[in-house]
């Protein structure tokens, strides 16, 4: 267990005889749990550090209609909510139900501070993971808060070329799974990216798009 554990983001850069030795010393528990077993309900304070030592969890909402959605699947190892162990309203955002059969670790709150005052590289592993957790919420409600489908789309090509100066890009996700990313439906994805085609702002064949006019492209995150 410890060398799984050892691989989780959490922990990275420390031995699985370190980690061994950091929990010699503060109590935790393991829990196993079923294929559809719910391991947190959304509301839920959370009180301990829950990590996927095994198996696979996913995390779901069920909107004003009854309906079930899913928000993300979390296989091990991982820790589940990280950022929503402190703070005043740290409760988990949504459902935990198992995949599969699932092992969690559970570290209460009080056992983890103790953790990460002895060991310095833990603490700089937690910091880091709630830090990038809070950049990747601020980008996503900047990329929300563009309200055309072009601007979301620009904003999309223009964050990929960021790490391809050619403007040739592979994208690695479908149509389908970009229209679901921007909360719009197929049909108007495509219909936005055929008149982008069209005005030679882009060049759009299946996964592969070249960006024509970067500065055109640019004009709609306006």
Same mark, same amino acid.
């Given at each position: 267990?410890?060398?799984? #554990?050892?691989?989780? =983001?959490?922990?990275?850069?420390?031995?699985?005889?370190?980690?061994?030795?950091?929990?010699?010393?503060?109590?935790?528990?393991?829990?196993?749990?079923?294929?559809?077993?719910?391991?947190?309900?959304? +509301?839920?304070?959370?009180?301990?550090?829950?990590?996927?030592? =095994?198996?696979?969890?996913?995390?779901?909402? /069920?909107?004003?209609?009854?309906?079930?959605?899913?928000?993300?699947?979390?296989?091990?190892? @991982?820790?589940? !909510?990280?950022?929503?162990?402190?703070?005043?309203?740290?409760?988990?955002?949504?459902? /935990?139900?198992?995949? $599969?059969?699932?092992?969690?670790?559970?570290?209460?709150?009080?056992?983890?501070? @103790?953790?990460?005052?002895?060991?310095?590289?833990?603490?700089?592993?937690?910091?880091?993971?709630?830090?990038?957790?809070?950049?990747?919420?601020?980008?996503?409600?900047?990329?929300?808060?563009?309200?055309?489908?072009?601007?979301? /789309? !620009?904003?999309?090509?223009?964050?990929?070329?960021?790490? $391809? @100066?050619?403007?040739?890009?592979? #994208?690695?996700?479908?149509?389908? =799974?970009?229209?679901?990313?921007? +909360?719009?439906?197929?049909?108007?994805? !495509?219909?936005?990216?055929?008149?982008?085609?069209?005005?030679?702002?882009?060049?759009?064949?299946?996964?592969?798009?070249? /960006?024509? $006019?970067?500065?055109?492209?640019? !004009?709609?995150?306006?």
């Amino acid at each position: 267990m410890f060398h799984g #554990l050892a691989q989780c =983001e959490i922990f990275r850069g420390i031995n699985p005889s370190e980690l061994e030795t950091l929990l010699s010393v503060i109590n935790y528990q393991v829990k196993r749990f079923s294929r559809d077993d719910l391991i947190a309900l959304a +509301g839920d304070r959370i009180n301990s550090l829950q990590i996927v030592a =095994e198996g696979s969890v996913k995390g779901e909402m /069920i909107d004003f209609t009854g309906k079930t959605i899913k928000i993300e699947d979390i296989e091990a190892p @991982r820790p589940l !909510a990280p950022a929503f162990l402190f703070g005043e309203n740290n409760s988990y955002p949504v459902n /935990i139900v198992a995949n $599969n059969n699932v092992t969690i670790v559970t570290i209460p709150k009080k056992e983890f501070v @103790r953790m990460l005052i002895l060991s310095e590289k833990l603490l700089h592993n937690y910091l880091d993971i709630i830090s990038s957790r809070a950049q990747f919420l601020s980008a996503r409600l900047k990329f929300l808060s563009f309200q055309s489908i072009k601007g979301k /789309i !620009a904003h999309y090509l223009l964050s990929k070329s960021s790490q $391809n @100066r050619s403007g040739n890009l592979e #994208l690695d996700k479908s149509q389908s =799974e970009l229209a679901e990313l921007f +909360g719009v439906t197929r049909p108007s994805l !495509a219909r936005a990216v055929r008149e982008l085609d069209r005005d030679g702002i882009i060049r759009a064949k299946g996964r592969k798009v070249t /960006i024509l $006019n970067p500065a055109r492209l640019s !004009a709609f995150l306006k």
